[in-house]
């Protein structure tokens, strides 16, 4: 299956037109593709068997990057925390030994506000006098991190969020259910993010119990009280799983919204509910106690329904 990405447009009319620059720097949130960009952009320039102007991802030199394993394209990621001083001297190294004996080089720096200081000035030095066939393509979620004098010298390209539709279809597409994915396109707009939770187990158990809650709040059920001393304050001891409660809460809302369209009593109760959550997250983000957050926003659902 070829790689599809909208960004793709710019780089296939870019080498048609002989017009790629030598250093570009992808800025974007996790999961918007840019690796996947920089690996089809290594590949289109290094396919021996191009299908309509894109790589085959079938031949030698396909599969070599894919594996990581082609002589002229190198990727660095951070070692440990951070891309180290030597690590930028090593690529330089590279370049200097195969750069003009070899053919084009390509460098793909992951993380690239992950460099330290010194690493970052070294790239500097290296970007300052670019010499022979060499791309070199940093890749950041946080533009701000990266050294001002080194943005000036790369073509910035912003990764934009994904669509919740694309999303959603490409979460089918990896076997994930309907309502999974649904929940999934609501708490993220990252690919790998979404995965990434799909597979934790403490979202998955949350995810049930919330469910639960639910349940309890929509039928005026004062279990709902109960409920949250008996299971949610031991489930999630961690601000971050709380508000993640929370939002997940607002989803199973949302949803019950949509489906009671035609009944205004219900659509009125559903749309108080999402104010009075959305009241209870910004008191949580205030660090009131989850359970004196949770046990309020209960009693307040319970006198509206």
Same mark, same amino acid.
């Given at each position: #299956? ?74 660095? +990621? ?14 330089? *190294?590279?370049? *200097? ?15 690239? @506000?992950?460099?330290?200081? +010194? ?7 290296? $970007?300052?006098?670019?010499?022979? %066939?060499? $791309?070199?393509?940093? /890749?950041? &979620? ?23 539709? %694309? $999303?959603? *279809? ?9 309502? #999974? ?10 690919? @790998? ?5 799909? &597979?934790? %187990? ?15 709040? =929509?039928? @005026? @059920? ?32 949302? /949803?019950?919204?949509? %489906?009671?369209?035609?009944?205004? !009593? ?8 999402? &104010?009075?959550?959305?009241?209870? +997250? ?21 006198? =509206? !329904?």
């Amino acid at each position: #299956m070829q790689f599809a990405h909208p960004l793709l447009l710019l780089f296939e009319k870019s080498i048609e037109h002989g017009r790629l620059a030598h250093a570009y720097l992808f800025e974007g949130a996790k999961g918007t593709g840019k690796h996947q960009v920089s690996l089809w952009l290594a590949k289109r320039l290094f396919c021996t068997d191009l299908n309509e102007g894109k790589p085959c991802n079938q031949c030698i030199n396909c599969q070599r990057i894919t594996q990581n394993e082609h002589p002229n394209v190198h990727v660095i +990621q951070p070692d440990g925390q951070t891309i180290r001083v030597d690590q930028i001297r090593q690529l330089q *190294a590279e370049f *200097a030994k195969r750069g003009f004996e070899s053919g084009r080089q390509i460098f793909i720096l992951s993380q690239a @506000d992950k460099m330290n200081i +010194q690493a970052a000035n070294s790239l500097l030095k290296f $970007l300052e006098e670019p010499s022979g %066939e060499v $791309l070199m393509i940093l /890749e950041t &979620q946080t533009l701000g991190a990266i050294l001002p004098t080194i943005q000036s010298r790369c073509q910035i390209v912003h990764f934009p969020p994904i669509s919740t539709q %694309e $999303l959603y *279809a490409k979460l089918l597409q990896a076997n994930i259910y309907p309502q #999974m994915a649904k929940l999934l396109t609501f708490m993220t707009n990252s690919y @790998d993010k979404a995965v990434e939770i799909s &597979q934790n %187990e403490w979202f998955n158990d949350a995810k049930e119990e919330i469910n639960k809650w639910f349940g309890y709040l =929509k039928n @005026d @059920d004062f279990m709902a009280f109960v409920f949250v001393q008996r299971r949610l304050v031991a489930l999630a001891k961690e601000k971050s799983q709380q508000l993640q409660l929370l939002d997940m809460l607002t989803f199973y809302y949302r /949803e019950y919204l949509q %489906e009671q369209f035609n009944h205004p !009593q219900q659509v009125q109760a559903a749309n108080e509910a999402l &104010q009075a959550i959305l009241q209870a +997250q910004r008191k949580l983000q205030a660090n009131v106690a989850f359970q004196a957050v949770a046990e309020q926003l209960v009693l307040h659902l319970l006198k =509206k !329904q």
